[in-house]
């Protein structure tokens, strides 16, 4: 041990073995500050109000009001867009499900570019929540598949495979979750609460569809683009990293209106609707058509079927 | 509660018999002071983990700031260095139980002395497997919705649920084990077997099932062929069963050469018999399963293909896997050699190569084929970048540096060199 005694002027003795640490922790303090100064620079952007937000169905609807009106300011100020953030409910005796018509889709990709509109999907990236395999024909095989082709459309002897959230009554994400940032609601729609998911992204590990997407970083939309109509669980502009996914556009179907994919399909290859209403046209596609559902073995019992006409 | 100290009788505190309220922080002050004192290799040792700690922190930073972007991950391999890295440090903390089965059920006298080893590296091991999923989070400021009672717990449906609680309790588990020995050394005290006894037994289930539960998030996935298989949590045992003992041999010979702590031969003999058998198990289970998936074939021979061999040109993984191979069988060649009883360089070769090995076999050879192909069969690589091995050595840094002070002070208190008794010594 030091025998060695300075004389400070405040502390009065101290040996010098004690004044060298807490020089060296002061020093290790201020380091440490240094370092980690991104941090806080990430933090004064982050409200006391969001922090502190409680889960989607732990809000009062004056609560979500609040919120949402927190939402359209951040949007106001972050990307310059005046929004409207909406929270359109399930409707009662409505199970949606989706199916595509094999025969007639021709890889076109004019639904996942209506999704990446209508979602406010990151521009840089061409987000969408759709992507169009081109197949080859004789058989469902992804391995002998490409999303990547890049030639005038359809091509010869190849078919087109759209895939995005197949809805799946028993969905591997929403068990993965450990927070309950995801659920499935009562009309089938398994959907995100983007305040709430901490971006683990198990989910995202557990989706036998690649469904899922991730904000590595904060998505970029200019402000004239920014899709304005927009729903709390659906399209609003999504925060840094949280995970995101398909809604099915339930800010539009909870309205009676279609998915934005469908409506861009220039084949009517896509069929939606309530399964529940007898009169409806996917209840007549599965009535009528030999529908099949990606990896059935998987037991994930996907709301989204597809069916080759001819 | 008894607290006059018998074999105490010099100290000078003014309140005697002392009392926990008081000897308590006292101890806890001296431990603080023990654990910033040392020799001039000491202060090298720390301030190098602290500076590379520092450079971890200020990369994990500017992850948060500018997002997860900054990394080599992508929507097709959303797992990497970081989930690798955690998988890995949840076997080092299970591997410690290799020390504390032959020192409480066998009652490996010798063992038992070091055995405070095993349980400090476990904690060392918890923080870094901890913190390897801190960093991955896309949003940490919602760290709290994790926590049971105040944010929303997936609880007994998500694996990773349970994953927060056996990791958590092992820490708490292995925390109050090693605090309360040491602090019952400190105050000259015989410790209580009612007060630890039950813990160590306890932690030796628990160390099984933190590494179970952490092999059942990947293989309970049906979408991840590669993951979904039955002997991915027996093959993390056994790999963890070679990866801990290997550190821990290393660090018994670091012990042995710089301090007065008394460590036997006999605990090398044990952990390499471990080892041996641990590493055969290993090696036998992986091959089953490389027959397994090669010889059907199939999509589910994608990813091994792709591991192994590579695929239409991407090979990304296949130098990282083939050098695995190679360091795991050098490894488990030295350590079946005769030799590695008594050369202490074929002991250590044997030790690097293993923990290495198992390091990229459990890390990047097995998470990250998980992803590739995708699950629609996209063949999308990943390679870490430079923010990720930031972090991670930010880590290993801060793992080791608590390792250290661990040790630095358990060893103090078990050679008597931190005791009530001699109080006065500052």
Same mark, same amino acid.
């Given at each position: 041990?030091?025998?060695?005694?300075?004389?400070?002027p405040?502390?009065?003795?101290?040996?010098?073995?004690?004044?060298?640490?807490?020089?060296?922790? #002061?020093?290790?303090v201020?380091?440490w500050?240094?370092?980690?100064?991104?941090?806080?620079?990430?933090?004064?952007?982050?409200?006391?109000?969001?922090?502190l937000? +409680?889960?989607?169905?732990?809000?009062s609807?004056?609560?979500?009001?609040?919120?949402?009106?927190?939402?359209?300011?951040?949007?106001?100020?972050?990307y310059?867009a005046?929004?409207?953030?909406?929270?359109?409910?399930?409707?009662?005796?409505?199970?949606?499900a989706?199916?595509?018509?094999?025969?007639?889709? %021709?890889?076109?990709?004019?639904?996942?570019?209506?999704?990446?509109?209508?979602?406010?999907?990151?521009?840089?990236?061409?987000?969408s929540?759709?992507?169009? @395999?081109?197949?080859d024909?004789? !058989?469902?095989? @992804?391995?002998?598949? #490409?999303?990547?082709?890049?030639?005038?459309?359809?091509?010869?002897?190849?078919?087109?495979?759209?895939?995005?959230?197949?809805?799946?009554?028993?969905?591997?994400?929403?068990?993965?979750?450990?927070?309950?940032? #995801?659920?499935?609601?009562?009309? !089938?729609?398994?959907?995100?609460?983007?305040?709430?998911?901490?971006?683990?992204?198990?989910?995202?590990?557990?989706?036998?569809?690649?469904?899922?997407?991730?904000?590595?970083?904060?998505?970029?939309?200019?402000?004239?683009?920014?899709?304005?109509?927009?729903?709390? =669980?659906?399209?609003? %502009?999504?925060?840094?990293?949280?995970?995101?996914?398909? #809604?099915?556009?339930?800010?539009?179907?909870?309205?009676?209106r =279609?998915?934005?994919?469908?409506e861009?399909?220039?084949?009517g290859?896509?069929?939606?609707?309530?399964?529940?209403?007898?009169?409806?046209?996917?209840?007549?596609?599965?009535?009528? +058509?030999?529908?099949?559902?990606?990896k059935?073995?998987?037991?994930t019992?996907?709301?989204?079927?597809? @069916?080759?006409? +001819? | 509660?008894?607290?006059?100290?018998?074999?105490?009788?010099?100290?000078?505190?003014?309140?005697?018999?002392?009392?926990?309220?008081?000897?308590?922080p &006292?101890f806890?002050?001296?431990?603080?002071?023990?654990?910033?004192d040392?020799?001039?290799?000491?202060?090298?040792?720390?301030?190098?983990?602290?500076?590379?700690?520092?450079? $971890?922190?200020?990369?994990?930073?500017?992850?948060?700031?500018d997002?997860?972007?900054?990394?080599?991950?992508?929507?097709?391999?959303?797992?990497?260095?970081?989930?690798?890295?955690?998988?890995?440090?949840?076997?080092?903390?299970?591997?410690?139980?290799m020390?504390?089965?032959?020192?409480y059920?066998?009652?490996?006298?010798?063992?038992?002395?070091?055995?405070?080893?095993?349980?400090?590296?476990a904690?060392?091991?918890?923080?870094?497997?901890?913190?390897?999923?801190?960093?991955?989070? $896309?949003?940490?400021? &919602?760290?709290?919705?994790?926590?049971?009672?105040?944010?929303?717990?997936?609880?007994?449906?998500?694996?990773?649920?349970?994953?927060?609680?056996?990791?958590?309790?092992?820490l708490?588990?292995?925390?109050?084990i090693?605090?309360?020995?040491m602090?019952? &050394?400190?105050?000259?005290?015989?410790?209580?077997?009612?007060?630890?006894?039950?813990?160590?037994?306890?932690?030796?289930?628990?160390?099984?099932?933190?590494?179970?539960?952490?092999?059942?998030?990947?293989?309970?996935?049906?979408?991840?062929?590669?993951?979904?298989?039955?002997?991915?949590?027996?093959?993390?045992l056994?790999?963890?069963?070679?990866a801990?003992?290997?550190?821990?041999?290393?660090?018994?010979?670091v012990?042995?050469?710089?301090?007065?702590?008394?460590?036997?031969?006999?605990?090398?003999?044990?952990?390499?018999?471990?080892?041996?058998?641990a590493m055969?198990?290993?090696?036998?289970?992986?091959?089953?399963?490389?027959?397994?998936?090669?010889?059907?074939?199939?999509?589910?021979?994608?990813?091994? /293909?792709?591991?192994?061999?590579?695929?239409?040109?991407?090979?990304?993984?296949?130098?990282?896997?083939?050098?695995?191979?190679?360091?795991?069988?050098?490894?488990?060649?030295?350590?079946?050699?005769?030799?590695?009883?008594?050369?202490?360089?074929?002991?250590?070769?044997?030790?690097?190569?293993?923990?290495?090995?198992?390091?990229?076999? /459990?890390?990047?050879?097995?998470?990250?084929?998980?992803?590739?192909?995708?699950?629609?069969?996209?063949?999308?690589?990943?390679?870490?970048?430079?923010?990720?091995? /930031?972090?991670?050595?930010?880590?290993?840094?801060?793992?080791?540096?608590?390792?250290?002070?661990?040790? /630095?002070?358990?060893?103090?208190?078990?050679t008597?060199?931190?005791?009530?008794a001699?109080?006065? &010594?500052?």
């Amino acid at each position: 041990m030091s025998d060695g005694k300075l004389s400070l002027p405040v502390l009065g003795e101290v040996d010098r073995r004690t004044a060298l640490k807490a020089g060296a922790a #002061t020093l290790g303090v201020a380091a440490w500050a240094a370092a980690i100064k991104p941090w806080f620079e990430w933090t004064a952007n982050l409200s006391v109000d969001e922090l502190l937000q +409680k889960h989607y169905r732990e809000l009062s609807p004056e609560q979500k009001q609040e919120v949402f009106r927190r939402l359209e300011e951040d949007a106001r100020q972050e990307y310059g867009a005046e929004v409207d953030i909406a929270d359109p409910l399930p409707l009662p005796g409505v199970q949606y499900a989706y199916a595509l018509n094999l025969s007639i889709c %021709i890889g076109c990709r004019k639904c996942a570019e209506a999704c990446h509109v209508e979602n406010n999907h990151d521009r840089p990236t061409n987000q969408s929540y759709i992507r169009v @395999f081109e197949m080859d024909k004789g !058989g469902i095989d @992804f391995a002998k598949g #490409t999303a990547d082709y890049d030639h005038p459309v359809p091509a010869p002897d190849k078919y087109y495979m759209p895939v995005q959230c197949q809805q799946c009554e028993n969905p591997p994400c929403v068990h993965a979750c450990p927070v309950e940032a #995801t659920w499935a609601e009562p009309d !089938g729609i398994v959907v995100v609460d983007y305040n709430w998911c901490i971006g683990c992204r198990y989910c995202e590990a557990a989706c036998p569809y690649h469904a899922r997407r991730f904000n590595w970083q904060k998505p970029e939309i200019p402000a004239a683009e920014v899709n304005p109509n927009q729903g709390y =669980l659906s399209n609003r %502009i999504r925060p840094q990293g949280v995970m995101e996914k398909c #809604t099915f556009c339930l800010h539009r179907v909870r309205e009676g209106r =279609l998915p934005a994919c469908l409506e861009a399909c220039p084949t009517g290859a896509r069929v939606f609707g309530n399964v529940l209403d007898p009169k409806s046209e996917i209840r007549w596609v599965l009535d009528h +058509k030999r529908v099949f559902v990606l990896k059935e073995e998987l037991g994930t019992r996907p709301r989204f079927y597809y @069916f080759f006409d +001819k | 509660m008894n607290t006059h100290s018998t074999t105490s009788p010099l100290h000078n505190l003014t309140t005697s018999p002392p009392h926990h309220l008081t000897s308590y922080p &006292r101890f806890l002050q001296r431990a603080l002071g023990v654990a910033t004192d040392g020799t001039w290799v000491f202060y090298l040792w720390m301030t190098a983990l602290t500076a590379v700690a520092l450079v $971890g922190a200020n990369a994990w930073a500017f992850q948060v700031r500018d997002g997860m972007a900054r990394t080599g991950m992508t929507d097709h391999v959303s797992w990497g260095l970081y989930i690798a890295n955690f998988t890995f440090c949840v076997g080092l903390a299970a591997g410690g139980v290799m020390m504390v089965i032959p020192a409480y059920l066998y009652h490996d006298q010798e063992m038992h002395d070091v055995v405070i080893v095993g349980e400090i590296l476990a904690i060392a091991a918890i923080l870094m497997s901890t913190l390897s999923v801190v960093v991955d989070l $896309g949003r940490p400021d &919602r760290f709290w919705h994790l926590i049971p009672g105040i944010g929303r717990f997936n609880w007994p449906i998500s694996m990773l649920t349970w994953d927060v609680i056996v990791l958590n309790g092992y820490l708490l588990i292995n925390l109050h084990i090693v605090g309360y020995l040491m602090y019952m &050394r400190y105050l000259g005290r015989k410790p209580n077997p009612r007060w630890y006894l039950p813990f160590v037994f306890l932690s030796i289930l628990w160390a099984v099932s933190i590494h179970t539960v952490t092999a059942f998030l990947y293989c309970g996935l049906g979408g991840r062929p590669f993951w979904n298989t039955a002997l991915l949590a027996p093959r993390f045992l056994a790999t963890a069963f070679v990866a801990g003992p290997c550190f821990i041999i290393l660090a018994l010979q670091v012990i042995r050469r710089t301090t007065s702590f008394h460590v036997g031969d006999g605990p090398f003999r044990t952990l390499i018999q471990i080892i041996r058998v641990a590493m055969t198990v290993n090696l036998i289970m992986l091959g089953s399963e490389l027959f397994t998936v090669f010889y059907t074939g199939g999509g589910h021979v994608a990813a091994a /293909k792709y591991l192994y061999f590579g695929d239409h040109g991407h090979n990304g993984l296949v130098p990282w896997i083939w050098a695995a191979t190679a360091l795991n069988l050098l490894g488990y060649a030295a350590f079946l050699c005769p030799t590695v009883m008594r050369q202490a360089w074929v002991l250590d070769f044997g030790c690097v190569c293993c923990f290495v090995g198992i390091w990229i076999e /459990k890390g990047m050879g097995l998470i990250v084929p998980g992803f590739i192909p995708s699950t629609l069969h996209e063949i999308v690589e990943y390679a870490p970048t430079l923010t990720e091995w /930031k972090i991670t050595a930010g880590i290993w840094a801060f793992g080791l540096l608590v390792f250290t002070v661990g040790l /630095k002070v358990a060893i103090a208190v078990f050679t008597n060199q931190m005791t009530l008794a001699r109080e006065d &010594r500052p």
